[in-house]
């Protein structure tokens, strides 16, 4: 079977589909990835072939301005119910990506001709170039889906591309959604999203890029260990919502070891602070495992990487989908969360503590963990997709 993986140039959206991906190959089929050309550096870095499609544009300066009406820095983020009053503008930057992408994608698969389009959730044009050639499309979600609760929005933002490419509609669920998340986490179903998930579990496999691992994380900390981890994606849409050297000083005040991890330069009185190590382009799952606590943004891949290695967490969202995020995580008992607006490093340093000495946090950690671990793995999945999908000629 030739399975296509679609995702525009947001690494965050791609990197959850390598697992996929990869048990795909090592079952057997053909492989490809469609995106971007500023993605095609990541996608060949984790050892699959890409196709360029489309051509790049400032997405981070068009989410910046959405984020800071969004994310204003006295009060909460908008959360899912107040976001909504935007309608379809929740969805303008992918399908302003979906735009770009969707002629060269339709051409790319016309030449390859896949049996099978894979494809992350806010890459719209994918299942539009599926139903333009009659073949299934299977959505790829992130973790917890908060795209889901967009889908409401997407048939009047989309109607221009759809008919643009002849078609009258277009189901952006795919004929399946491969979900990484577990149920316990994941979003309940929305009577404003008539149309049901078919969701397929699938066990999270962290993949977090290339890194290499210092050697002193193999040794055990003397004291407990607060990994502070702040999504370079934050950075990149506004500046204000890099709190990852705030967080850090205001925990090193507490009697623990603080590893910071960061893929950029940071303070260097930061890191000359005796109980904070600093690691640089690690892969998260490396350094989580080995942590007591870790603080967060609550982004998608670090949400799901903290929950498979059993660590509790403290999220601090500051956008609406991370609000989503650390709700769903709270629920289950497995951490909590703060809005910085209302957290000073008083709050920040008595919630961390109070993480670390409560045994009920740690436990639900584990339970979630198991939970996710009893998931059927990727190649599981690779078999279930291809007995489902596959031409008659391929099995």
Known sequence: MRVMVASWGWTTHYLPMVPLAWAFRVAGHEVTVATQPNLV????????????VGHDFATAELEGRFLRRASPPDRPPMEWEELRAYGPRNVGLYVAVAGIMLDDLLAAARAWRP???????????????????????????WGVDYTYLGREFEPEA?????????????????????????????VPPTQRVPVPVDRMPMRYVPYNNRG??????????????????WGVSSALWDPRLDIGGWATRALADLDVEVVLLTAGEIDPDLAALPNVRVARNVALNEVAAGCD?????????????????????????QTGDRVLNARRLAATGAGDFAFTSECDEDELRRRAARILAGPVYAASARVLAREADAL????????????????????
């Open 158 to 186: 989309l109607a221009e591309l759809v008919a643009r490419a002849g078609l009258t509609e277009v189901e952006t669920l795919g004929a399946v959604t491969v979900d990484p998340c577990p149920p316990s986490l994941q």
């Open 41 to 52: 550096p990541t996608v060949r870095g984790s050892g699959l072939p890409a196709i360029p």
């Open 293 to 317: 606590l870790i603080v967060s943004h609550g982004g998608l891949g670090t949400l799901l990487t903290a929950m498979v290695t059993g660590v509790p967490q403290l999220i601090l969202p």
């Open 115 to 141: 049996d099978l389009i894979v494809f992350e959730p806010s890459c719209y044009a994918a299942p539009i170039v599926a139903a333009v050639l009659g073949i299934p499309a299977v959505r790829h979600t």
């Open 212 to 229: 290499v691992a210092p050697a002193w994380l193999a040794a055990p900390s003397a004291r407990p260990r607060i990994l502070v981890i």
């Open 376 to 395: 059927p793995a990727p190649d599981r999945v690779v078999r279930d997709l291809a007995a489902r999908f596959a031409p008659a000629r391929t099995r």
